[in-house]
């Protein structure tokens, strides 16, 4: 469960990104967090993954407070998040095999096991005939989901993505958001950012309108 | 973390550091290089210092008052003197060297018997070597004044001055090269800490999203902390190959031209344990270097 309780963000620029959120999602649950550019999407999603602190209030998750986790005790909190960034931060010195074996390099996973997962990972979003490749040949909608991959290998029990259909063309789109039903079908808390309407309402799930970095009742 | 993922871990970043030691041969040579030199001098200077120490503990540092008689002084007058220097304070033996007894032992040891041969006479005088009581340097120099007064005496030498110089320098010699020791070893830490730096600027972005999906600061660091001591562990057999190298090359040389002077003296290499040791410390400091770079580095990015 993630809970948000008078939940302020001011960076050190002095700009207000979010102001008293106050919301919970609940384990299991599909949440979209929808606003124009600039209403606090990611910033609210960061929180949720204790990359960035709240300046007010709490960010609680699975019961523990975000805000005071030690930096180790952050790190084995985010093993427990699959994380899809907007600009899918993929590391093109290595072929898609090793980015998606990353996490499981970091869980110390033998060999083996992370073969058997990153294969099943990229069957899962359809790029299992490119584990060879450099990410930087993939086009922009395979990128999303070999970061989707990346963030699903190491079976996570929740998943945030900000902007995960965004640039792509829509039959791009509609593939990824039912790749996010499917793993919320399976139980995974999941929390996703997007303006795109078209992909709100294909999500069919609860919503959460951010205006001005507050929460639109 | 459980003890067989603490060890894949450990295997994982191995594999990683070996893998980036090999993907820049030119680099890693040339910071092999570097650091090599820098633990060559200290160790070769050390090998230098213990073979200068274990020829110098081969004199004799007792205390020797050497008195030389003129060419015209007699061996009865020589033994008179003798009798006479017996009576004094600070004279604890005496030991006659005649003139005769002199040239033999210089032809023996110094191997210059034919030109010794060719003289018509004998050059050298009878000798009093003075085993004194008090090696007090104002007992010493009154003895040697009033024995340097007496008829018949052409000088007297203190002959341990020299050898007792020379363990002064000796000791002089071991501070400079722990000084420089220190000071290299601290050279090696800073080579491979820049190494690591610039290693740490090419991999930012895996740092950065390495710490993003649940790296710790320890899993960041532990590769570029392999890296550190392969890079040692190559530079310090580097180094401990190189002063082998020397003493092989100019060993038989030492030799020879120590056997030319009627001494026999062979350069001597680090023993295994102080190779292993160097090596090992090579290693330590390669690994402290990449510490300090990685500690630097993640004390300033965000968690």
Redesign the interface.
């Known amino acids: 469960m993630i809970a948000f309780s008078n939940t302020a963000k001011r960076y050190p620029s002095g700009f207000e990104a979010l102001k008293g959120i106050s919301c919970t999602i609940e384990k299991g649950e599909m949440v979209a967090i929808s606003g124009r550019s600039g209403a606090g999407k990611s910033t609210l999603l960061k929180l949720a ?1 204790g ?1 960035e602190r709240a300046s007010q209030g709490s960010v609680m998750v699975n019961g523990q407070n975000v805000s005071q986790l030690k ?2 005790g ?6 427990n ?1 699959g ?1 899809v ?1 907007q600009d899918h ?1 993929l ?1 093109f ?2 072929n898609v095999f090793e980015n998606v074996a ?2 499981l ?6 060999h083996a096991e992370t073969g058997k997962r990153v294969r099943a990972a990229l069957d899962k979003v359809g790029l299992l005939n490119r584990e060879r490749s450099n990410p930087v040949t993939l086009s922009g909608g395979e990128q999303q989901r070999l970061c989707i991959a ?1 963030a699903i290998v ?1 079976r996570p029990s929740i998943l945030v993505a900000d902007e995960p259909t965004g640039n792509l063309d829509r039959e791009y789109a509609e593939t990824i958001i039912d790749l996010f039903k499917s793993f919320n079908q399976v139980g995974v808390t999941v929390l996703l950012s997007t303006h795109d309407e078209g992909g709100l309402a294909r999500l069919n799930c609860r919503r959460l309108l951010l205006d001005g970095g507050k929460l639109v009742p | 973390m459980g003890a067989g993922a603490w060890f894949t871990a450990h295997v994982h970043a191995a594999e990683r550091a070996f893998r980036r030691l090999l993907s820049q041969p030119a680099g890693t040579l040339l910071s092999v290089l570097v650091i090599g030199i820098a633990i060559t001098l200290p160790l070769g200077l050390y090998t230098l210092f213990t073979n200068i120490t274990a020829a110098a503990s081969r004199v004799n540092t007792d205390p020797n008052v050497n008195v030389y008689l003129t060419l015209n002084a007699s061996e009865a007058e020589a033994r008179n003197l003798e009798k006479t220097l017996r009576s004094r304070a600070n004279v604890g033996s005496i030991r006659f060297i005649s003139r005769e007894s002199a040239l033999a032992e210089m032809k023996r040891i110094a191997n210059l018997a034919d030109l010794l041969a060719s003289l018509e006479t004998n050059p050298l005088p009878h000798a009093l070597s003075i085993r004194p009581i008090s090696v007090d340097p104002a007992a010493l120099a009154q003895l040697r004044q009033e024995i340097s007064a007496m008829p018949k005496v052409e000088y007297v030498v203190m002959d341990f001055e020299w050898a007792q110089k020379l363990k002064r320098f000796a000791s002089f010699a071991e501070r400079l090269m722990i000084l420089l020791g220190m000071i290299l070893a601290l050279a090696v830490v800073f080579v491979t800490g820049n190494t690591i730096r610039l290693q740490i600027l090419t991999q930012r972005d895996e740092i950065e999203v390495s710490r993003l999906i649940g790296a710790t600061r320890r899993f960041i660091r532990r590769p570029f902390l392999y890296f550190g001591a392969l890079q040692g562990l190559l530079a310090g057999l580097l180094a401990v190959a190189a002063v082998l190298g020397f003493i092989a090359w100019a060993g038989t040389e030492v030799a020879a031209l120590t056997l030319s002077y009627g001494s026999e003296f062979a350069l001597q290499a680090p023993s295994l344990t102080q190779a292993i040791g160097v090596t090992l410390a090579a290693m330590a400091m390669g690994w402290l270097g990449a510490f300090l770079s990685v500690w630097l580095y993640l004390r300033r990015s965000k968690p």
Do not use: G, Q, T, Y
């Open positions: 993954a990359i930096e180790a952050l790190a084995v909190m985010r093993r998040f994380l960034f931060k590391l010195d290595r990353l996490p390099s970091i869980a110390a996973f033998p990346r190491n």
